[in-house]
């Protein structure tokens, strides 16, 4: 490990910008608050979507696209929406360039002034439900499963690679429903779709729960959302699914005849994911020696490194590497070789595991003699010999098995991270070791942001699964019927 | 076919925007100039994608994503971009929106004003090449070989869906290299790339050449281009590949140290294509009776529609449908079975066909007894009756059969509309009829022009693969040593 790259205790904030940075994810560009995502990174991105993407089609939604500009005035039409949204955004206001009378480079040509200006998407509900109300007559149109995978903007102030930047790639979801029991139901099946796509892919426990009316998305009735924790014991939102009820029908005036004759307002839903999820992905496994990836994510599942003394060992052994790349390629699993012979073997074991490739294979040769091979899992560092026999299977074990080692640890450490306060002394106190703290809390939002305003610490979510249990609010003691999760956030 | 649906040859324009429309594709949006891409046209362009991404995977590229913001002096960087691309796009002013005083809504925040003016990429060499900069110092760090897919903004006045629109989605190539010799054999593998897609995948022949210095990318040294016939006897630019020369590298100061050790600048190529190739797809292909789709790009390949007259031949129908429906679908076709009651047969015949699906499979109380079924092919409107025996190899042909079949009758149409011209007079009468004109021309921009100014028509490219031959130039008469292909032009 290099010595200007920091440790955790050291310095989380560096390390993980460090961790972006060194391990090729993505950097800072020359516009203010927007990232370039490096091809190692939006491979991440890749594995995601195109993981995300089937389980949406699995449930029967379809992708299409709507454009990046929204008419100003449609903020406008939901109220709520529009004082939760539409300040910070970028504003289109011309549409042409001309050159500088005075030789310097090229100018706004004012002649070309937009009439209403167009605002870039900060999320489409709006320029989305202005186009469903023409593709929804009667109940037989609905309903519609749409999804869009896009690029969205907020002009945020401070900014931080992957988990905030101006500019981000998303999915927003948004579907139409004849009822209010299928909408609800729609928003609880993908918040399940994100629990088990954050669980089973990226590897980290979450919370499913639904947001107080303070964070409650701007337009919707209710928000569901997936809540992670990091190492440093922050909370991060992994993912929303909003239950939108009729706000953006009646806004937009979407209306359908139900099978009983009657004209309704339709009912609606929306759900999202970002690149933000890489961020968490980041911060929930990575270590002290960079980069560590659950299989599943992994642009590369296996490296293998060949050593040698010359040139003769060069090709003894590479021949080998490359027939056993080949034979795990066979497999499904996502295998380099690194045949350069410009770096040497302990310079790319360091690059790899700073990359956090889950596992790395070296063979030399007398390993080709004896048919052997070392194999290093990134989760543990630990290095084991293995027979080259049936060796594509017992890597498809190592894989699962270092998937499940990470999910586990992400679990032990937030069940550790998990407490329950039952006082104010004792939830200050908690808050400053970092974790979940489960709390009772009396329900007003001034309570919310009399809390946050003291410690910071916001609710994450009113948790889906919890026992009914009796209690008085940590803060204003007054009577309380559930626990609520509260947490510093990212 | 609806009496309100347009036939070729009564309106070829209105034509095609039935079929854009009525095919469910896509639509105009609130905005001016940009559509909506609906979940059928978007389908097709998932297919082009995934056909694309592999293709360019498989030469050794990755993706990667870049701001959408481009600063506005970037664009006066490289003197020839900025002269033919920066006018017509979208200018960011200002980062904040806030509540009308007057309470009408929402206004732009007049203190919020970007001290530098952000343009929406209209293309992103600029931003990319600034951020290779810090990417290459050695030739140990070339080639670069990255793909961008994204969403570009040109402020066109006239647009037409997907031909021409203020936003669309492409997918850019920016590649960097060592020598001149690797990055021209990058800019013509990606044409190769191109070709075969468009032959193979859309079952458009195209023709592959380069374009005058007219013509020419903004920018680059050489522009390659891949060329095709729409069914009016307009050509169609379907994608291009661009030899950008140490243009960019010399504008953004990109150098990297050689082998030898000396310094020098890094030579760059850029290509790519865009949802104007479901334009394309739409006018190779489609006929007096809706869409006609090729079945590598076709969203539903095969759709299976009951036959019935009561509730029990219902159940007896959809049963076996639904066995062909798995069996298809296990190899690997993309199936639908509508067993919707709430429409009639014919109703489903009309929409499919409408819509382009390939292969239509109808099956009655009468094919169960007799195990047969209907097949009726989109491409020859014939219909067959076929042993239900080995359906699904049969099937596999009969898609192969139409995808061969369309870019046959495509080529057919081609060679008919190809023509050599060897005076003004014939040049003039050919341009009526359509089509491809193959004649002498003297090389410069002026005659260039002239003929454009007088005909309308343009130097679609000069051929990559003809012969050489002495003759005239048809408007100036002076000498010319190869015919260039001329054509009027979407």
Redesign the interface.
Known sequence: MAKDFSTREENYSKWYNDIVQRADLA?N???RG??????YG??I??LMQSALDQMFKDTGH???????????????KEADH?EGF?????????????NDPNG???V?DEDAKLEE????RPTSET?IW??YR?WVQSY?DLPIL?NQW??V?R?EMRTRMFLRTA?F?WQEGHTAHATKEEALEETRKMLDVYSVFAEKFMAIPVLKGVKSENERFAGAIDTYCIEALMQDGKALQAGTSHFLGQNFAKAFDVKFTSKEGKLEYVWATSWGVSTRLIGALIMAHSDDHGLVLPPKLAPIQVVIVPIYKNEEQYKLVCDKADEIRLELQKKGIRVKLDDRD?YKPGWKFNEYEFKGVPLRLAIGPRDVENETIEIARRDTLEKSIYNQKDLANKIVHLLEAVQDNLYQKALTFRDTRTYYADSWDEFKQLLEKGGFIYAHWDGTTETEQKIKEETKATIRCIPLVSKKEEGKCIYSGKPSSQRVVFALAY
């Open positions: 950097e560009s020359a516009v927007c990232m370039v995502i490096k091809p939006y491979a991105w890749e379809s992708n299409a696209y709507f454009p990046i500009f929204i008419p100003k005035s449609f903020f406008s529009v539409a300040k910070e955004c970028a504003v289109v206001t011309h549409y042409r360039l001309k310097k480079g090229v706004v200006e167009l605002i870039i320029i202005d186009t023409n037989r749409v896009a690029n903007v002009w500019e790639l410009t």
